[in-house]
């Protein structure tokens, strides 16, 4: 079966806006694959698919011309996109426990009321920051070297032409 989604199903489905559709289609990042008689946009799975690899890839820190770039010249796949996910999800996690753990111990302490040593609020305070820091730190680097990558395979290409 083939799903076919106005502009506006489309958003609703996503949580998008349809301003935002129409944006990604002007600028050439995300087109619709067809129209109906009247001229309204059509998106198929094929296009929830682009989507989903544009969303991920924005949420990993690019710019909408590194998106298209990226995609224009193939070099993530679906998977890739989806595994990126998952790690990113799962160093999120291991933030988020190891901030908790710290919580629950300064927790402890003032319940027990004990204070916090310099040690507890230094502890805490690098949980703290390493939550807000390290994904974008290690979103830079990533995907600093994929783009370098992605530009030395650009000028292999270019010398055979």
Do not use: C
Request: aromatic share 4%.
């Amino acid at each position: 079966m083939n799903n076919l989604w106005k502009v506006g199903d489309l958003a609703r489905l996503t949580g998008l806006t349809v301003r935002t559709l129409r944006f990604y289609d002007q600028i050439g990042l995300f087109s619709p694959s067809g129209q109906t008689g009247s001229g309204h946009r059509l998106y198929d799975e094929t296009d929830l698919s682009r989507l989903h690899q544009i969303l991920t890839l924005k949420e990993l820190g690019l710019s909408l011309e590194e998106i298209k770039e990226t995609l224009s010249a193939k070099q993530i796949s679906p998977l890739e996109m989806v595994t990126l996910q998952k790690e990113r999800i799962k160093e999120q996690i291991a933030r988020e426990q190891k901030l908790l753990e710290q919580l629950e111990h300064a927790s402890k302490l003032l319940i027990g009321k004990r204070g916090l040593t310099v040690d507890d609020f230094t502890s805490l305070l690098q949980a703290m920051k390493m939550e807000f820091e390290k994904p974008v730190l290690e979103r830079r680097i990533s995907w600093e070297q994929r783009l370098d990558k992605l530009g030395n395979m650009l000028e292999l290409g270019k010398d055979e032409l």
